[in-house]
């Protein structure tokens, strides 16, 4: 016979966004029964990275422990220019995620199952249970994106082990001096140690679609250009992330599915426009939620979709960056428009990558004459919502 458990909190999706909302409310309210439902291993298979600015100070209590690398400053390399810029950089690997998840977890509040449905009290399990739950959060990543309309900045990524060491002090987060293809192509690399070294192949793509061996294969020759001799491939992931140029946000969240049902990360639509990035958002939706009085389903959902709403309302000029990017820039010339970018001011930048630029800041990245024809760009902005 099915069996009935009974909770506080449910959370469905031990991803980033639903891990860490488990991760917060085990430091912050201990006092919560909570269940994170998960058939497949927390936080799956991931590198994720972020700035030292994308985090508020308040909130770095949630991040600062998940971190594995970090660096004080890191590099982007273009055709006309390269620069070091001195902005903290940090990466938190899917593996120390899911220990420290699942160290704060109580016994029994990891669910190792699949639910088949969710809804505001209740989260009904392939086995047939049900956990009912005062609130219920869907955090099973995206949801129906076709509400959108999207670019991708996609990827394959490539843990190296070398012979040895590689030489590099710090991140080179874009090396746009690669060859140009299917849209804006640079490669990512991250130090870890002296003779490893994590290289993602990475393009502004107007498909999400991925050739996995022929991106492993450039990321080899890439290697091989640098003189880095590998000995072996310690792991490979693979991801495409959305890029926002406009869309419906009220069908987005609709899509998500569960009728008044609380949601986070990309099924919330809570990530940055231009980058696809879901980690700060994800940071402060947890906080918000460690924080909050009231952790009923009907809280939670004014909770969460108050937050994406205003993310969405608020980030309008980033879509229109975006459309730029991808309707009025040559797919072989996009780089052009990050090259530029990347002659502004540090602090800019990070406020950009943030989601939080000012109206200076703003003025700023539109003013000159546009990487890209006039014409085009005005019919690109014009053509967003």
Not at 111 to 134: K, N, P, T
Not at 162 to 170: N, T
Not at 359 to 380: E, N, Q, S
Request: with cysteine.
């Amino acid at each position: 016979m099915p069996a009935i458990i009974q909770c506080d909190v449910a959370i469905v999706g031990g991803g980033l966004a639903g891990g860490l909302i488990a991760l917060a409310l085990r430091q912050k309210r201990p006092d919560i029964d909570l269940r994170l439902i998960e058939p497949g291993a927390i936080g799956g298979n991931h590198v994720w990275s972020f700035f030292a600015s994308d985090i508020a100070n308040a909130d770095r209590w949630l991040a600062a422990p998940l971190v594995s690398h970090g660096w004080a400053d890191y590099e982007v390399r273009f055709p006309a220019h390269r620069r070091v810029l001195g902005t903290g950089y940090y990466s938190i690997e899917s593996e120390r995620f899911a220990r420290l998840v699942a160290k704060h977890l109580a016994p029994g509040q990891l669910i190792a199952e699949r639910a088949i449905a969710v809804g505001a009290g209740a989260v009904v399990l392939a086995s047939g249970d049900r956990v009912e739950a005062g609130g219920v959060i869907d955090a099973r990543g995206a949801g129906d994106l076709s509400a959108l309309d999207l670019g991708w900045q996609k990827f394959v990524g490539r843990e190296l082990l070398l012979d040895r060491p590689h030489g590099l002090d710090r991140p080179i987060v874009m090396d746009a001096t690669v060859e140009q293809s299917d849209g804006y192509r640079f490669v990512y690399t991250l130090p870890f140690a002296d003779d490893r070294l994590f290289v993602e192949d990475t393009y502004y793509s107007d498909t999400p679609d991925i050739d996995r061996a022929v991106l492993a294969e450039r990321i080899d020759a890439y290697a091989a250009a640098q003189a880095w001799s590998v000995t072996s491939v310690v792991r490979e992931e693979a991801g495409a992330l959305p890029v926002a140029i406009g869309g419906d946000f009220e069908a987005l969240w609709r899509s998500g599915g569960g009728d008044k049902v609380a949601k986070a990360g990309l099924r919330a639509g809570l990530f940055h426009p231009t980058t696809g990035y879901s980690l700060p958002d994800a940071i402060r939706l947890a906080v918000a939620i460690a924080k909050a009085s009231d952790l009923s389903s009907p809280a939670l959902h004014d909770l969460t979709y108050g937050m994406a709403r205003r993310a969405w309302d608020s980030r309008g000029f980033y879509r229109m960056l975006d459309a730029m990017l991808f309707r009025a820039a040559e797919p072989d010339q996009r780089y052009r428009i990050l090259e530029r970018f990347y002659r502004l001011h540090p602090r800019l930048i990070g406020r950009f990558y943030a989601a939080r630029s000012s109206m200076m800041d703003k003025a700023r990245i539109l003013m000159g004459k546009p990487p890209v024809p006039v014409g085009r760009a005005l019919a690109a902005i014009r053509g967003t919502r």
